[in-house]
C-alpha cells in the first residue's frame, strides 16, 4: 500500500493500530503522535501502582521483558515513528492534513496522511463543584496523576474521600486502605455501588467487602463541596448525607470521550458523545478510523450505544483497524461487555445486562441467583462463589451474568464462558447443557453456569418460585410471613432463638414426617444453607397443596454477605 | 403424568434424572436401582481420596452440607425409592418390564415400567495380559477399588506401575507420588500421555511435569506381561521397553460402555460399542432413556460419534431425560468434549479437536502455540501460561483449543471461553474479537485466548511462518540452519556458548543496524523468550528481504517447559 497513516494517540490503541499495520503491511509510513511524553502505558494498573503492588511506575510502560515503550523503541522495534510531547489542534479533512503543536515550544506543524486513525481516548470526568480545583483534588487519568496521588501518601496522608462508586473508585479505595491505612471513603451518588455493571444483590456483597475492609460506603450520597484552601489544604467534603473529614479528594465518576478532536472535524458523534464508527470502525470519513474509550460502541444485546472505556477493547479494536487498513477486511461487530474488578480478596465479574438494564432495554427479564461451590465440595480449598443470570422469559434468550467470590480467576471463568451465548443470542437451554471443563480441582460435577441456567429456566416455567435475600430481609420485617428452616438445628439454632415461632426449623430428612407443623395460612419462606434446598422442599410443599411457599436465592450464605446480623 | 419411572443405575446420571424428575413432575412414580451398595459417589474424586485430598471415602458420598446419599436420603429428600444391591438382568421391552436380582440373597424380582432409563455407566479396562488376575492389580472402577488401593498404600507399598496416562492415569500417579512417596511409574502405549486430548506439545510438558516430580514416564511402550504369584505377591512389570519392579499395577487405560443390557435387549449400540441415543436421549425405543458414559455422543466439531465417560456430561444430560419424562421437552445436541486435568500443581484443559484429530476428521487445520501471562505482566503473581489453537485454514473456523499452566482456573478460563465458539463453528475472527474479562489482577490487557486466535490468522495468511518448540530441537539437530536470538545477551549467553557461531545473538533493539550480520543463505529460526519478538523480528526481516526465516512458537519459556537442557 504504501501509504502514510497519521495515528493521533499513543496509549493503547494506538500503538497497537501502529505495530500491527507494521508488521501485516512493512511498507506503510506509519507517525504516532501524542500530547504526553509519557506514552504506550497500562492505564488500568495506576491503582496497583498506588496500592504498592506496582512498585516502580515505569513497570507500567515496559514490556514483559523490560524494555520501555519510548520513542527509540517503537523506532527500533516497532518499527514506527512515535513523536511525544505534540498535541495536534485540527483536522482538515479536505487536504488530509493534521496542524499540530509542540507542547514545551509551542511550535506548530502541518502533517499530511492519507488515512488518520483517531486513538484520542477519555478524559476523566471532574465535576465543577465548589472547591473542585482545590489542590489535593485529583483524578485518576494519567501517570502523573499516579505519581502525585501516591506523593500525597508517601507523605502521610491520613484520610480521603473517593467519589464514585465504580471499578476504579473501588479500586482505588482498596489502594489507600490496604497499604497505606488511609482512613478511606467511598461515596457513591447512585443507590448502589457498580450502579452501571451489578445487579443490587452482587453490589450489597460489593458494599459489605468494601466495610468489611474498612472501607466506610455511602451510597445514595452526593457531593456539594469541597472545604479547604489553597496553602492549608482540604478539611472535608459536604455532602447530602453530611460532612466528611478529610485531606484529600479523588473523583472516579467516569471519564468522557475525547471526541473534540473529531467534532471540530465534522465527524458524526452517537449518543454520549462518543465518535460514530461502523464495524469496519471507520468514521463518518472513511479515511479517517477510530477506535477505543473515544468512540460509541454497538451493545449486541441491548441494540444501544454505549461508552466502554477499557484497554483490552482498544486493543482489541486497534487490531481490526489495522487489518483494514493493511487491506485484510475485518469488522468488530459489537461488545457484549465483559468486565471484571477485584476488591480486596475477591472478585466480580459481568458480561452482558443486569435484570434493571434488560427491563429497560424491553426485556421481559427474570434473573436466577444461585450459590455452588467453585470446585467439587469434597476438594480442598472448595469456597462458595455467587453468580447472577439474566433472561429474557418470552423468548428464553440469555441475556447477562454476573458472578462474585473469592477466587478471581473462577470468577472470570464462569463469565467468561457464558458471554459467547449472550453475544449470541443463545437460549437458556445452552447455558443449562454449557460444557465447561470438569474435574474436582476445577469445578464440581454441576457446575454453577449450568444450576444458573437451570435455575432461569425453572423460574420462567414457574417451577422455582423465589426471592433474593435483600428482598427476603425486607418482606420478613414488614410482612406477616413464615419462615421454614430445613438445615440441621444446630444451624438453624440461632434465627429461631431471634425470631421466635415465625422461625420454624424442621431437618430436611423430616419434612416428609412433620407435613402437619408447617403453616400454610400465610407466606412460607424456605431459607437453608444456599437456597437449593430451600426450592427442593418448596417443590416437595408444592406437591403437598401449599401453594403460597418461596425460596429464598442464596439464603444463609448469601445473608452472611449481605447481611449478617440478620442470621446471628 | 403419574407413570412408573424406572431407573437402572444410581452413580451419577441415575439419581440426577430421578431428583430432577421428582421436582418437575412430584406425581411420577420414581424407582432406581443399582447393583452396588454404596451409590451416588463422585468417582472423580477417587485419585483425590487416595491422595489424601480427601480423607474419608463417604466425603464422595456426601452432599456439601454433609448428608449421605443413601436410600434414606433419596427417600426422605428426593422423594424416590432407591433400591441398592439390585442387580438388573434383562429388559422385556414387549411386557415393559425388567427382570433383577437381589446381590446377596440371589433372590429374582420382575418390575414393570412405563419409561426406562438406563443410566448403567461405564467399566474399566483389565487388559487380558498374563498376570493381570494376580492380587496387586487394580482399576480404578468404584469405591471399593479405592478403599482396596488405599489400603495397599497405608500398609508400605514402596513402587507402583500405573498403566495408562489418560486423566485418571495421571491423577492416579500424583496420588501414589505426591502424598505416600512410592516409587512410581507411568507406562504408556501410545507416544505421548493423554493422546486423546493433548498436542504433542502439551504432552511433552505434561511428561515433564511428571518427571520433575518424581514420576518415571515411559511412553510408547506396551505391558506384555505382569510377573508375580498369590502368595508373595507383584514382583514386576515386563514392558517392550523392559522389566518394571514394582509391587502394585494400576491400570487406567480406559473404559468400555456398559451397554450389555440394552444390547441384549435388541436396543442400537453405536460404533463404540455405546447406546445409541437422538437429541432427546431415548434410545431406539422410545420409551427408553439413555445418557452417560453408556451412550454414545455426538461430536459437534469433528461429527463423529464418541464416548465421553464425564461425570459433568452425566448430570446434564440426566436433567435433558427427566425433562423430556416429565414433558417439558429438551434436547442434548452434542459436545465439543471440554476437559481438564490436574498434574501435581499444573492445569491442563481442552475443548475440539487437536491438530491430528482435525487432520483426520478431513480439515486442513494450522494450529497456533501460543505463551502469554495469565493476568497483567506487572500485577504480582503472573505466570506464563501456554495455549494451543487449531482452525481449518480453509473455512476459518476454530477446531479446538488447549491450555496449560500453574493456575488451574485462569486455564480453565480460557479454555471454557473459547468452547462455545467451537461449538458454533465460529470464524478465528471471533476468537481475535472475542470479549473476556479484563483488568490487571485477572488477565492482560491482550487475553491469551485473544494472541492465540491472532496468531492462527497470522498463521493463514502467511504472516506468521512459525515451527513448534520440539520440532525446532529436531530441526536444528538435523539440519543446516542458524539461530537469531533478539534477546539480551545475558539471556542469550548460555545458548550462544553452547552452539557457537551457529546461535547468533543480537538484541532486539539492535537488529535494524545489524542486519548485515545475519546470514541468509540458510533456513533461520528466531528465538526469543516467549515466541512474540521472534514474530516482529521474522516480520520485520521479511520486510528487508530476508525470505527463510521462521519463529519459534514459545521459544525460551515452550523449551524450559520441555527441553530445558537445550537452553541451559
Not at 473542585?132 to 502523573?144: A, C, I, Q, R, Y
Not at 466495610?211 to 472535608?236: F, H, M, P
Not at 472516579?252 to 469496519?280: H, K
Request: aromatic share 6%; with cysteine.
Amino acid at each position: 500500500m504504501a501509504e502514510r497513516v497519521v495515528v493521533v494517540g499513543g496509549v493503547a490503541l494506538g500503538p497497537k493500530v501502529a505495530s500491527r499495520l507494521k508488521r501485516s503491511d512493512p511498507d506503510a509510513e506509519v507517525i504516532l503522535l501524542d500530547r504526553v511524553r509519557r506514552i504506550s502505558y497500562g492505564g488500568c494498573g495506576i491503582p496497583y501502582f498506588v496500592g504498592g503492588d506496582v512498585s516502580e511506575i515505569e513497570e507500567l510502560r515496559k514490556t514483559m521483558y523490560h524494555m520501555v515503550r519510548d520513542e527509540a523503541f517503537f523506532r527500533d522495534v516497532k518499527h514506527f515513528e512515535a513523536r511525544t510531547g505534540k498535541e495536534v489542534l485540527s483536522i482538515d479533512r479536505k487536504s488530509k492534513e493534521i496542524r499540530y503543536r509542540d507542547v514545551d515550544d509551542g511550535t506548530e506543524e502541518t502533517l499530511g496522511y492519507d488515512k488518520l486513525v483517531l486513538a484520542t481516548g477519555s478524559s476523566p470526568v471532574l465535576p465543577p463543584l465548589p472547591g473542585s480545583d482545590l489542590p489535593g483534588v485529583s483524578v485518576v487519568s494519567n501517570l502523573d496523576d499516579a505519581e502525585r496521588i501516591k506523593g500525597m501518601l508517601s507523605t502521610g496522608l491520613e484520610s480521603a474521600v473517593v467519589v464514585g462508586g465504580g471499578a476504579i473508585g473501588m479500586e482505588m479505595a482498596e489502594a489507600l486502605t490496604d497499604l497505606w491505612g488511609v482512613e478511606t471513603t467511598l461515596v457513591e451518588m447512585m443507590d448502589q455501588v457498580l450502579p452501571a455493571a451489578a445487579s443490587p444483590v452482587m453490589a450489597r456483597m460489593l458494599e459489605k467487602q468494601l466495610r468489611d475492609n474498612d472501607v466506610a460506603v455511602y451510597t445514595g450520597t452526593q457531593v456539594k463541596q469541597i472545604e479547604g484552601d489553597e496553602d492549608s489544604g482540604l478539611r472535608a467534603v459536604e455532602t447530602s448525607q453530611g460532612r466528611i473529614p478529610c485531606q484529600a479528594v479523588i473523583f472516579c465518576v467516569g471519564v468522557r470521550p475525547n471526541s473534540g478532536l473529531a467534532r471540530e472535524a465534522g465527524l458524526s458523534l452517537g449518543p454520549n458523545g462518543g465518535i460514530a464508527v461502523n464495524t469496519r470502525l471507520q468514521t463518518s470519513d472513511p479515511d479517517i478510523y477510530a477506535g477505543g474509550d473515544c468512540v460509541e460502541q454497538h451493545n449486541l444485546v441491548s441494540g444501544d450505544s454505549m461508552l466502554l472505556p477499557l484497554g483490552s477493547l482498544a486493543n482489541r479494536q486497534g487490531r481490526v483497524i489495522a487489518n483494514n487498513l493493511s487491506g485484510l477486511r475485518d469488522t468488530f461487530p459489537g461488545v457484549v461487555s465483559n468486565f471484571c474488578v477485584k476488591v480486596f480478596d475477591k472478585g466480580m465479574a459481568r458480561a452482558g445486562l443486569t435484570f434493571e438494564q434488560a427491563r429497560q432495554a424491553g426485556f421481559s427479564p427474570v434473573s436466577a441467583f444461585v450459590i455452588q461451590p467453585d470446585r467439587a465440595h469434597f476438594y480442598p480449598d472448595s469456597k462458595l462463589m455467587f453468580m447472577k443470570l439474566v433472561a429474557d422469559a418470552r423468548t428464553r434468550r440469555v441475556l447477562g451474568a454476573e458472578a462474585y467470590g473469592p477466587k478471581l480467576d473462577a470468577v472470570k471463568a464462569r463469565v467468561d464462558a457464558v458471554a459467547p451465548l449472550i453475544g449470541s443470542k443463545a437460549d437458556l437451554s445452552e447455558v443449562s447443557n454449557l460444557e465447561v471443563c470438569y474435574s474436582p480441582p476445577f469445578s464440581p460435577a454441576v457446575d454453577i453456569v449450568n444450576v444458573a441456567g437451570n435455575t432461569a429456566q425453572n423460574l420462567i416455567d414457574g417451577i422455582n418460585v423465589s426471592v433474593e435475600p435483600q428482598e427476603f430481609v425486607e418482606l420478613f420485617r414488614s410482612t406477616d410471613c413464615n419462615v421454614l428452616d430445613p438445615r440441621s438445628e444446630a444451624m438453624a439454632g440461632p434465627c429461631v432463638e431471634k425470631y421466635g415461632s415465625r422461625w420454624i426449623n424442621i431437618p430436611l430428612s423430616q419434612v416428609p414426617y412433620r407435613l402437619e407443623e408447617i403453616p400454610s395460612d400465610k407466606p412460607l419462606y424456605v431459607f437453608c444453607n444456599t437456597g437449593t434446598t430451600s426450592f427442593e422442599v418448596q417443590r416437595y410443599l408444592n406437591a403437598k397443596g401449599f401453594t403460597d411457599v418461596w425460596t429464598v436465592a442464596g439464603s444463609y450464605a448469601a445473608m452472611l454477605n449481605i447481611d449478617p446480623d440478620f442470621v446471628s
